[in-house]
T-cell receptor, first 116, second 114 residues
Framework: GAGVSQSPSNKVTEKGKDVELRCDPISGHTALYWYRQSLGQGLEFLIYFQGNSAPDKSGLPSDRFSAERTGGSVSTLTIQRTQQEDSAVYLC??????????????FGPGTRLTVT | GNSVTQMEGPVTLSEEAFLTINCTYTATGYPSLFWYVQYPGEGLQLLLKATKADDKGSNKGFEATYRKETTSFHLEKGSVQVSDSAVYFCALSAPIYNFNKFYFGSGTKLNVKP
């Protein structure tokens, strides 16, 4: 079946502009995560959605970052007034809630954001 | 709280050498443990997992054993190949109520030289 998809694959934007990144999780997956991976760095957790529960936003680096998940499926990560330090690969992952804790995450290919 | 600590890289080995990448964790409850791999230019993919203490996950010649007593999940391979060059991430999934939340280590880059 289809995996996690993300769009766009690449985004170049000017400093100060807003950007929207989209994630389509695997159908039926209730959990959705956003991560940021800067060049040569590990995964930085941003936000976590699980079903209809309030999202865990503890990883968002500033109030310029926000995310929503409509209808429990597609998610959009929005970065307002982009800064050069926002340049990174933004990864989305989803997982299925089977037995609690056992489900692996499936990652999308990522969106490479470059802020000039 | 929950967290994962893995050895810093890069790790550079010659082909056919033995590999160990250390991973330790702290967790409340009974987490599942994972190793993910990111090959150059590709996305993250699951390498192996273990869901309870003393379980051994294995795939592509890699192994890791879930050690509750030492809170560790070290990745090992007996004979590495150039094609194993990648970044390896240790992760845990901790049940919170009925949900699972993932925590990743910072990644360890492996370079294998011919």
């Amino acid at each position: 079946g289809a995996g996690v998809s993300q769009s766009p694959s690449n985004k170049v934007t000017e400093k100060g502009k807003d950007v929207e990144l989209r994630c389509d999780p695997i159908s039926g997956h209730t959990a959705l995560y956003w991560y940021r991976q800067s060049l040569g760095q590990g995964l930085e957790f941003l936000i976590y959605f699980q079903g209809n529960s309030a999202p865990d936003k503890s990883g968002l680096p500033s109030d310029r970052f926000s995310a929503e998940r409509t209808g429990g499926s597609v998610s959009t990560l929005t970065i307002q007034r982009t800064q050069q330090e926002d340049s990174a690969v933004y990864l989305c992952a989803s997982s299925h809630r089977r037995l609690a804790g056992e489900s692996e995450q499936y990652f999308g290919p990522g969106t490479r954001l470059t802020v000039t | 709280g929950n967290s994962v600590t893995q050895m810093e890289g890069p790790v550079t080995l010659s082909e056919e050498a033995f590999l160990t990448i250390n991973c330790t964790y702290t967790a409340t409850g009974y987490p599942s443990l994972f190793w993910y791999v990111q090959y150059p230019g590709e996305g993250l993919q699951l390498l192996l997992k273990a869901t309870k203490a003393d379980d051994k996950g294995s795939n592509k010649g890699f192994e890791a054993t879930y050690r509750k007593e030492t809170t560790s999940f070290h990745l090992e391979k007996g004979s590495v190949q150039v094609s194993d060059s990648a970044v390896y991430f240790c992760a845990l999934s901790a049940p919170i109520y009925n949900f699972n939340k993932f925590y990743f280590g910072s990644g360890t880059k492996l370079n294998v030289k011919p």
